[in-house]
């Protein structure tokens, strides 16, 4: 049996013109046609669904799972924070450190880095307040649930008085990624201050 493809004669075409490409290499060339145009059109979504979307926080569980989002995201799922106690000084008083814990998963699909700001946003006692940051080293993994741990001092100073300072404080945790700052997660965690 013959194997090789069939080649056609054309009528009426001069000799140079008259053989056509056998039907297997025009499927071929056809196929590879098809295959090429495939891939330029997914490497254009690639290009034209910007790195730097954002994306809503959630998605993905915990404990290796693998997250869900194609993309920057992260979400604080657990927080508590220390009671802080204020003591008399000669300069007036000053306060322990607040320790912050908690929780951070990886929803995302790749790894992920991040850093978490604290703040008492409706705090009016610039005093007597947590402003600081934390920057873990550590590298989530896609799905990963790792703790954190912060501690800051809600007193730079000796503050004149405890009027102000004692009572109930509420800290806002924001957490960020370290790819562009963007925030990935925001939640508040309530603590006390006594003497």
């Known amino acids: 049996m013959n194997t090789e493809p069939s080649e056609f004669k054309v009528?009426?075409?001069t000799p140079d013109q008259q053989t056509v490409a056998p039907i297997s290499t025009r499927n071929s060339s056809r196929?590879?046609?098809?295959l090429l145009l495939t891939l330029l059109a997914a490497a254009l979504c690639f290009i034209?669904?910007?790195s730097t979307a954002t994306f809503a926080s959630g998605g993905g569980g915990g404990g290796g799972g693998g997250g869900g989002v194609a993309g920057k995201c992260g979400t604080i799922t657990s927080i508590s924070a220390s009671p802080v106690r204020l003591s008399a000084t000669e300069g007036g008083?000053?306060?322990?450190s607040l320790q912050i814990r908690g929780q951070v998963n990886n929803c995302s699909i790749y790894l992920q880095r991040y850093w978490i700001d604290f703040a008492e946003p409706t705090n009016t006692n610039i005093n007597c307040k947590a402003?600081?940051?934390?920057f873990p080293s550590t590298v989530w993994s896609s799905g990963s649930t790792q703790s954190f741990s912060a501690s800051g001092n809600i007193t730079k100073t000796a503050v004149a008085t405890a009027e102000g300072c004692v009572g109930a404080h509420t800290v806002t945790a924001v957490l960020r990624s370290r790819t562009d700052g963007s925030v990935l997660s925001t939640v508040n965690v309530n603590y006390t201050v006594s003497l």
């Open 31 to 34: 196929s590879a046609k098809t």
């Open 48 to 50: 034209i669904v910007p």
């Open 93 to 96: 008083y000053t306060a322990s």
């Open 11 to 13: 009528s009426g075409a």
């Open 131 to 134: 402003a600081f940051s934390v």
